[in-house]
């Protein structure tokens, strides 16, 4: 049985670049979430999927931001010209929408630091 | 600003005593989430919560909702190295939405 898998676990960036993180439900999970984690703070939802369509946004995914989740199954999630302020713990999570019990299961996050 | 305050923010506690952490909103939750996050990986369920006075156990750890669903408390029993982590509640506050929100955590060492 596979968790949700982020990929990769770690990025640092300059400032201006663009950088792209992947993630993967756990398999038939057809809800996947995007969160953003700061130091010090609790995650912060981004966005959110059924299948492949894009249900909610936050106002936090500024133009800069996309996610994409072609197949329904593997998401990405885009930042363009990064700035400092970039830098966080990006969390995937993914849930059934049959199961009995509404539960977001985590990915192990992808830690980007931009210089 | 924070939707779930929870406390304490730390916690030092020497091997084998009790503890409770406590997660407080100003309105009505809807569904209630702990999870546990050890520092740089991503978060671990732990148990969900939805009906007020629910109490759920797993091994040495409990958490309870109020009947109010406004408040929830996680205690550890006879705490380990172990249970060591962040521990943080997450919250459906709307009914029904896909967005949680979460408490800034509750940090917790436990000595040896």
């Known amino acids: 049985d596979t968790g949700v898998s982020q990929d990769p676990r770690h990025k640092i960036t300059k400032r201006g670049q663009n950088v792209t993180f992947r993630c993967d439900p756990i398999?038939?999970?057809?809800?996947l979430y995007w969160y953003r984690q700061t130091l010090g703070q609790g995650p912060e939802f981004l966005t959110y999927?059924?299948?492949?369509?894009?249900?909610?946004k936050s106002r936090l995914l500024s133009d800069r931001f996309s996610a994409e989740r072609p197949k329904g199954s593997f998401s990405t999630l885009e930042i363009q010209r990064t700035e400092q302020g970039d830098s966080a713990m990006y969390l995937c999570a993914s849930r059934s929408l049959y199961a009995s019990q509404e539960t977001q299961y985590f990915g192990p996050g992808t830690r980007l630091l931009v210089l | 600003s924070q939707e779930l305050e929870q406390s304490p923010q730390s916690l030092i506690v020497q091997e084998g005593k009790n503890l409770t952490i406590n997660c407080t909103s100003s309105?009505?939750?809807?569904?209630l989430y702990w999870y546990k996050q050890k520092y740089g990986e991503g978060l671990i369920f732990l148990m969900m919560?939805?009906?007020?006075?629910e109490e759920k156990s797993h091994e040495k750890i409990t958490a309870k909702l109020d009947e109010k669903k406004q408040q929830s408390s996680l205690h550890i029993t006879a705490s380990q190295p172990s249970h060591a982590g962040i521990y943080l509640c997450?919250?459906?506050?709307?009914?029904?939405?896909?967005?949680?929100?979460f408490g800034k955590g509750t940090k917790l060492t436990v000595n040896p």
């Open positions: 999927f059924q299948n492949e369509a894009q249900l909610e």
């Open positions: 919560l939805q009906k007020g006075g």
């Open positions: 997450g919250a459906d506050r709307e009914g029904g939405s896909e967005k949680l929100v």
């Open positions: 309105k009505t939750l809807y569904g």
């Open positions: 398999s038939e999970h057809n809800r």
